[in-house]
Nanobody, 117 residues
Framework: QVHLVESGGGLVQAGGSLRLSCAASGSIGSFNAMAWYRQAPGKQRELVAAITGGGSTNYVGSVKGRFTISRQSAVNTVYLQMNSLKPEDTAVYYC???????????WGQGTQVTVAS
């Protein structure tokens, strides 16, 4: 059984920083891709950042230059460093991992990020 455990969310003032972590436990296999999604109240879930097994990264335009996704494969963990946070970044952030052959999708439980103006 695979579980993703997220941590690092919280309340921060605009302009501040937070670092989200997502640790996968269990036999997950090799990573194909990891990503962070977010969902604000009344909005659809959106992809924030993604990283492939080869290390290529992709970001939604609104966070480019402020957020950085990284991974530490040895400990099955993906991170999201969030700098220069804005109130519009307020959302529940979800970790996503696609791994294994055949591939499987795994989701974290979500962690709340609130940015106060």
């Amino acid at each position: 059984q695979v579980h993703l455990v997220e941590s690092g969310g919280g309340l921060v003032q605009a302009g501040g920083s937070l670092r989200l972590s997502c640790a996968a436990s269990g036999s997950i296999g090799s990573f194909n891709a990891m990503a962070w999604y977010r969902q604000a109240p009344g909005k659809q879930r959106e992809l924030v950042a993604a990283i492939t097994g080869g290390g290529s990264t992709n970001y939604v335009g609104s966070v480019k230059g402020r957020f950085t996704i990284s991974r530490q494969s040895a400990v099955n963990t993906v991170y999201l460093q969030m700098n220069s946070l804005k109130p519009e970044d307020t959302a529940v952030y979800y970790c996503y991992i696609n791994a294994g052959r055949p591939s499987n999708d795994y989701w974290g439980q979500g962690t709340q990020v609130t940015v106060a103006s």
